[in-house]
């Protein structure tokens, strides 16, 4: 399988770029893209950088010059609920906690233009890791680092109560309108670097960062020998 594994950060996918058999790298525009082979895959691995424009500038470019069947989007985020740093979330679903185009329109808060309210997650990686050691849930993206709890709950309550939103980052949502435009499978999978609301915040996901990204790394690779 031909597989497009993305985070935002160096830190998110350097051990796996080492982990790669016949490394090439691959310069284009800003990005380096590191291809190579582990467990049977065709792996492309990539720094997208931080925030939503930048995960749909590198879909852009990902598709421009490499052919994928599955993409994979990895690293950390901030956790919600009963969860604790180091867990993994797999995002049966993706949605946007920032969107609003609500006004003399049709659709309902959280919803881009032309979109489903929540992007799914890959029907196969689901399938495969439902027997992994994880929380399966919803992520949800915001172009800003969550840190205010009631205000993220109050939010959840009024607009997604639908949904069990476990993880809030800055790009997974993003990844995966791009790719729903694109109809290349997608999913998020993130290790739980910081607690929303927890005291130092900040601090733990700084202090975390490391461990967690590989809580991340660990679990993509246990992935990629099951898919």
């Known amino acids: 399988m031909k597989i497009a594994i993305i985070g935002a ?15 090439q790298e691959h310069h284009i525009h800003p990005y380096t893209f ?9 792996l492309v691995i990539v720094k997208a950088g931080v925030g939503k424009v930048a995960s749909g500038m590198l879909i852009a470019t990902l598709v421009q010059h490499f052919t994928i069947d599955q993409v994979i989007n990895m690293g950390v985020a901030g956790g ?3 969860i604790k740093v180091g867990d993994i979330v797999v995002g049966t679903s993706c ?16 919803q881009m233009s032309h979109c489903p309210l929540a992007f799914p997650g890959s029907e196969r990686v689901l399938q495969v890791t439902t027997s992994m ?37 800055m790009e997974s949502c993003a990844f ?32 975390n960062l490391d461990e967690a990204c590989k809580c991340s790394n660990d679990f993509i690779l246990d992935l990629l020998k099951k898919l």
């Open 34 to 42: 590191y291809t190579g082979v582990l467990h049977h895959h065709d």
């Open 133 to 169: 050691e994880a929380h399966h849930a919803t992520i949800m993206s915001n172009d800003s680092f969550t840190t205010d709890l009631k205000a993220t709950n109050r939010l959840i309550k009024k607009h997604f109560s639908a949904f069990d939103v476990r993880a809030v980052d």
């Open 9 to 23: 950060m160096r830190e998110e996918v350097e051990n796996l770029i080492l982990k790669l058999d016949q490394l």
């Open 80 to 82: 919600l609920g009963a």
């Open 176 to 207: 995966a309108q791009a790719c729903y435009v694109l109809g290349l499978p997608f999913i998020a999978i993130r290790a739980i670097s910081d607690v929303v609301g927890s005291s130092n915040q900040t601090v733990s996901f700084f202090d």
């Open 95 to 110: 949605i946007y906690g920032d969107v609003d185009i609500t006004a003399g329109s049709d659709y309902v808060y959280g």
